[in-house]
């Protein structure tokens, strides 16, 4: 659907997050409320877009995707603070890491 409204829109390549009917984007403070408002009435506990944004991140580094990989696809500049923010989940991969190697039969 973002694909066709960009295409009927002429957004190009932009990065319209949630574009509306119209094709304008969603302004960030606008979704923030509505995902605030709307998860506490549902999950009785508010939950912000950074909030989202870091469990997306923290699935991608447990299923092993590579953390320069999830850096890009975060925008930082360098994968040295996706791994200084993500540190407790890189290490519960370097322990399962660890675990595979130390169960692995060389003969």
Known sequence: MQKKQRILF????????????????????????FLRETSEKVLDRKISAHALRHTHASILAAQGINIETISRRLGHEDSKITKAIYLHVTKQLREKDNAAIAGAKII
């Open 10 to 33: 002429g957004h190009g390549k932009s990065n319209v997050f949630l574009p509306r009917n119209d094709g304008t984007p969603t302004r960030y403070d606008a979704y923030e409320k």
